[in-house]
């Protein structure tokens, strides 16, 4: 329902700003709305009082802003802080003659008190009072338990199409009041400029309760009926007169928006939010509805514009209509890209924020029209119909329009069509972004989560590894699963599969970090049982909302070994090279972020052929499977896997997996291989000097045993000065290690506890260039420690034969 005359039924105050964006008008009602006094508001430019927020600066800046604009908004007030909910209509004025002149005239009102006390007016003899407000004293008005005002928002009533309006003398004669004396050419220019754009009008949103009276058995068999209300002159803030034909009528539009706002709110597609808008329009309200949409609102590639121009790309995503099927296809078909020309209904209701009403388009008109369609075929869709073109905006931005056309043997569009059609635009447009808004929060969520989950697995010696990812059903339910295979020195392979408690952006942010920190804390040649310690106390750190379980596994190929700690997660299940499958027995310990536990590290000797998966519980879990059942047909089920990886991960997606899973599933399987034993040299090495040139020639008969001539001259060089390096920084015991895998890896390690670095050599320095020529020649190189003291490494690249 909508108020067109508010001037006469509430308490405003009228704002002016000269040319110079200075307040030029400033009267009580503002003093008490703002809790700014006159001396403390003249001549200050109204954005910087009342601090408004920046989306609705603009309004008093007519020269950028360019058009009328009504809304709410809460500001706190100048004297107490406190917030105020006010209303505002603010119209920019051109020509108003003047000393200073007039460049905006911003009426506004106090929302809060409107809401609460009422706007004092009767629907048939019933008052609109606020929820729980009081009722008049006197007369059959008094039924505050009957009529409920719910919601108040600021609009326009334009003026109106039939003619002139018979409000307009009383209106001017009420903004006379409110503006100070002017001369009667400037207030004339104000005044008509103001009721060209639209008087200021609120828009109600009400519930009616009714009672229903049983019919006795001695009344005639007649429907019962409500009383009308007696004819009577039509007085400001009362409804039109389609509105006051009894209560049943009053109803029935009001019972047809809650239907329609429901099936129009019913889906999170923001372009299937305007298909059912233009279903719900016809034939209810119009013969042929169109929704067209900006194009960056339909693809979501960037916000919607602020200034929306003949330039602006648009797209028509929904027809409806009760003609024939196919009638009108190729004059407006479906997502057709358009380019309007400014002249065009569409292009005015989005540059002015307010519907576009033609009660008849003549000849001439629907020629233009066709015209801008690019269609002459589209003639006869306009040609003597009526023709409503509302905009769809929320939150202060223009997502679109939609068209609403009647055929000519229709009556054309009333006021109450017109409030009707302003309150689907509203709950349409909000919809819609809402839609926008969660596809680009589930684009969101899926690419931060894509981005933090690994690419390819990869390839290392010794093992074999593929992934498998499915996100849960509903893409805003992105949630914190991860998995990765990690490198390790020593031609080691570290596992991890986690998942972050919840869903959303919050639980992909968070599963990032923790896989970031899993990454750095494993480089460190941790044993699982004190990364997932580590780990455990930056999340307690980090928050109390960092809580998931995880499993931290760590494969030696030379030695036939891993070694798994747990966090709350499910076990892994091993597969032996007969085909025997276990799970294994791994302590479960507490998820990361509860703390006050300790974390176990278990041992297993695995033999090359065997196969380990470790996945998180949305495979597992099911509304008819609990994880232990499920944890059961995993085992049953690897058990008759095929051998292939890729093969074995998707068995299990196709065997336990739902259709649609309600939680992300992640799965890591690992082919045991090992590293050939003749592919492994260790040497344990007495600390004295006469060792590096015995080493040297060590290595270098390796190496041609292995066939790596290539790199012997260089390997033996880079040795040379990492066992020097031991022998001389290092302590204890030092031993060396040669590994033939994908690439050469050797390893020096001694007792000592201090880390080698690499730092900066001046050209008299007699040390310090070791280190640097490591990292020169050699693919690769770094250092760890370990239980006993430090490793010191470096890779070469085995040339590919």
């Not at 600021?154 to 002139?164: C, F, I, Q, R, W």
């Not at 002159?233 to 928006?257: D, I």
């Not at 049982?529 to 995880?550: H, I, S």
Request: net charge negative.
């Amino acid at each position: 329902m909508v108020i067109a005359d508010l001037l006469g039924v509430t308490r405003m105050t009228a704002v002016m700003v000269n040319d110079r964006g200075r307040i030029s008008h400033w009267d009580d009602t503002a003093a008490d709305l703002f809790g700014a006094a006159r001396p403390q508001a003249m001549g200050r430019p109204p954005a910087d009082l009342l601090r408004l927020p920046r989306e609705h600066r603009g309004a008093f800046e007519p020269e950028a802003f360019g058009h009328v604009w009504c809304g709410a908004c809460t500001l706190p007030r100048a004297d107490t802080g406190e917030p105020a909910e006010v209303g505002w209509w603010i119209y920019p004025i051109d020509g108003a003659p003047g000393d200073d002149g007039v460049r905006v005239l911003a009426l506004a009102a106090d929302l809060r008190r409107l809401r609460r006390d009422g706007p004092g007016i009767t629907v048939g003899d019933l008052l609109l009072a606020p929820p729980g407000g009081p009722g008049p004293s006197d007369g059959a008005a008094r039924r505050p338990a009957t009529v409920r005002l719910l919601r108040v928002e600021p609009t326009l009533a334009g003026p109106s199409p039939d003619g002139p309006d018979p409000f307009a003398a009383p209106f001017a004669d009420r903004l006379a009041e409110l503006l100070p004396a002017l001369d009667p050419a400037a207030f004339g220019t104000i005044a008509s400029q103001v009721l060209a754009l639209g008087c200021p009008a609120v828009s109600l949103g009400l519930t009616l309760r009714l009672p229903i009276v049983p019919q006795t058995r001695a009344a005639p068999a007649a429907a019962p009926t409500v009383p009308l209300p007696r004819p009577a002159p039509r007085t400001p803030g009362a409804l039109p007169p389609r509105a006051r034909r009894g209560f049943p009528h009053a109803l029935e539009p009001l019972a047809f928006l809650g239907a329609a706002g429901e099936q129009i709110g019913s889906s999170l597609d923001h372009l299937q939010a305007a298909r059912t808008l233009a279903e719900v329009l016809v034939p209810r309200l119009a013969d042929l509805a169109a929704v067209e949409l900006l194009e960056s609102v339909v693809t979501d590639s960037a916000p919607p514009a602020d200034e929306v121009d003949e330039n602006t790309p648009m797209r028509r995503v929904a027809v409806a209509h009760n003609d024939e099927p196919g009638r009108w296809d190729d004059a407006v078909p479906e997502d057709e890209p358009l380019s309007l020309p400014p002249c065009t209904p569409s292009v005015q209701a989005m540059r002015t924020g307010r519907p576009v009403h033609i009660p008849r388009v003549d000849d001439g008109q629907a020629a233009r029209l066709a015209a801008a369609f690019g269609a002459g075929g589209s003639r006869p869709l306009f040609a003597g119909r009526a023709l409503l073109v509302a905009p769809l905006i929320a939150r202060g931005r223009v997502l679109g329009t939609f068209m609403l056309l009647r055929k000519p043997d229709r009556h054309g569009f009333d006021e109450l069509d017109l409030a009707m059609v302003d309150e689907l635009a509203r709950r349409a447009a909000l919809c819609v972004d809402n839609g926008r808004l969660y596809r680009r929060e589930v684009q969101v969520a899926e690419e931060l989560q894509r981005s933090m989950l690994p690419d390819d697995p990869p390839d290392v010696a010794g093992a074999r590894v593929r992934y498998r990812y499915r996100p849960a059903e509903q893409a805003a339910q992105v949630g914190g699963d991860w998995f990765d295979a990690i490198p390790l020195p020593g031609c080691r392979l570290g596992l991890v599969v986690g998942d972050v408690m919840g869903h959303g952006l919050t639980s992909a942010a968070i599963m990032g970090q923790l896989r970031t920190a899993v990454r750095t804390l494993a480089a460190e040649d941790m044993r699982p049982d004190r990364v997932l310690r580590q780990l455990d106390g930056l999340a307690r750190r980090l928050g109390e909302d960092y809580l998931a379980t995880c499993l931290f596994a760590v494969y030696d190929p030379v030695e036939r070994r891993c070694t798994v700690a747990s966090a709350g997660h499910v076990p892994p299940v091993l597969v032996a090279a007969d085909g025997e499958s276990r799970v294994l027995p791994v302590p479960p310990g507490v998820p990361i972020g509860v703390g006050g536990e300790p974390f176990e590290t278990t041992e297993f000797k695995v033999d090359d052929g065997s196969r380990l998966v470790l996945c998180t519980d949305g495979l597992l879990e099911r509304r008819d499977r609990d994880i232990d059942t499920g944890l059961e047909e995993l085992r049953a089920r690897l058990a008759e896997a095929p051998g292939d990886l890729d093969r074995t991960c998707d068995h299990l997606l196709d065997g336990l997996a739902a259709p649609t899973p309600a939680d992300d599933i992640a799965i890591v399987a690992v082919g045991f291989d090992g590293i050939p034993l003749d592919d492994v040299v260790t040497w344990e090495l007495e600390p004295v000097p006469g060792s590096v040139p015995w080493i040297r020639a060590q290595v270098g008969v390796r190496l041609d045993g292995w066939g790596l001539h290539d790199l012997a001259d260089t390997a033996r060089l880079l040795v040379s000065e990492l066992v020097t390096n031991a022998l001389v920084h290092g302590a204890g015991s030092v031993g060396l290690r040669l590994i033939k895998g994908r690439t050469l890896l050797c390893e020096v390690h001694d007792d000592g506890a201090d880390l080698p670095h690499l730092r900066h050599s001046d050209a008299t320095d007699e040390s310090g260039r070791g280190l640097q020529l490591v990292g020169h020649l050699a693919t690769r190189w770094g250092t760890h420690r370990t239980e006993g003291g430090k490793v010191v490494w470096f890779e070469q690249r085995v040339p590919s034969r």
